[in-house]
């Protein structure tokens, strides 16, 4: 595919914005792609090269883009204005269905990202137990605070102060001697255990052993269980949570709440979210100018709405048709050592692993395997995460499932992938 207007704007954008990249995430070598539009499950790049996204805003576009019905919301909604310093209808609209939907949340706040969530999440956990230290997972992602360290990258010296690295203990996913064990050496000191009910990296499905045993460690231990649900909340109507049978104290969620805006929702037992409540002297001050916002609400409520049982079972359904086909595929590959994890509507890929992918120190995710699949998938019109992760949209059906199949073993074909690393 010709790339030259993406070129152009990334050489113009980098005048003004390091390496033009505002989101590290979002780039890749030799340059990204600029996006243009979106329109259901298709996406156009500057060049007018056309895509299926496979990534929908790393899951948050759910039901892919330009979706009428949110537009609709949303231009009622910029009608009215858009954001003001007050409670609103729309508000308790989002909050009611999110507390309606997700069993352990009681009580709720809106933030504006994921990462703000989290914060909150565990700044409340600190308040109510006034314990300091958190258990999360090696490769567990929870945003951008420097308290939840994201284990693929490389910081320059000094970026986190030695303090906050020892506030976070870190213990492999899905282990629960491992747990067993760090809850015995950290447990009074440790105000939260916070997991992912499925890793955003590399797509490892956590297992209801291990949640159990969370929710009995943290009870035993005097800390709070919070999970993260920002990105598995697509898997069923009561989050992933529902299908583990564990109930956490806390619960972070963004992506799919805000219908395609900016967004983080963090919520859970009444008793600890009460902490916040203002009308007390002590309450734990929560703030931002945009939490709440009209736009993120009004969108956010047509976008739940539109998430109904039949419609996670199918994108689910679609996943693992999605899942399923590519292992056919990468099973003509074998010197490729292809790996793909899968649960539900959620999708990765693993290169250059020896059997199977069960926790963060099994992933490859800077195999140029990976990359080279990456590039050649986009050569094919198939738009999914450098790394190999990819999820389905309820705008999707079989046959765009399968066309994303035929191009993604064209891609394994011909994309020059060869097993020799480097
Ligand atoms: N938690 C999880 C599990 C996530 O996947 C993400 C984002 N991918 C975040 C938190 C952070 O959310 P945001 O990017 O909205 O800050």
Redesign the pocket.
Known sequence: IKTEKSRGLIERLGRSIPGGNTRSLAYFAPYPLAISRGSGCRIWDVDGNEFVDLLNN?TATVHGHAVPAIKEAMSKQAALGTVFPAPGEPQAELAERIVGRVASVEKVRFAN??????MMAVRAARAVTGHEKIIKAEGG????WEQVPVAWTQDPPGATPPGVGALVRLVDYNDVEGLEAAMEEEGGDVEAIIL?PVT?TGVLTGTPEYFAAARRLADEHGALLIC?E??TLRLGVGGFQEVLGVRPDLT?M??IIGGGLPV?AFGGRADVMEVFDPRSPRHLHHSGTFNGNLMTMAAGCVALDLLTHGEIDRINALGERLAEGLRRALAERPDLHGVVNNCGSLVHVNFGTEGEVRKFSDLKLDSPMAAAFHLAALDEGVYFAPRGFMNTSTAMDEQVVNEVLEACARALEHGGLCSAEG
């Open positions: 790393y990202s994921g990462t703000e969530a989290v992602y929870h945003g951008m992912e955003g993260d920002v990105i972070t963004g992506k983080g």
